[in-house]
């Protein structure tokens, strides 16, 4: 898993997008503090399944 701080995510939004397909969810921080996940839709729908 990747951190990114917030700023060099929305810079590089699609690179960010193209390594959680490839490698896996990526983690967003703001502030030092990690703040969100960019996950592909794959593992999110396994996220979500019923189990």
């Known amino acids: 898993m990747h951190t990114w701080q917030l700023q060099h995510a929305k810079n590089k939004l699609s690179e960010?997008?193209?390594?959680?397909?490839?490698?896996?969810?990526q983690v967003i921080s703001r502030r030092g503090?990690?703040?969100?996940?960019?996950?592909?839709?794959?593992?999110?729908?396994?996220l979500v399944a019923p189990k």
């Open 33 to 46: 503090v990690e703040t969100a996940v960019v996950v592909s839709v794959r593992d999110y729908r396994k």
């Open 16 to 25: 960010v997008v193209d390594r959680a397909v490839q490698e896996g969810p």
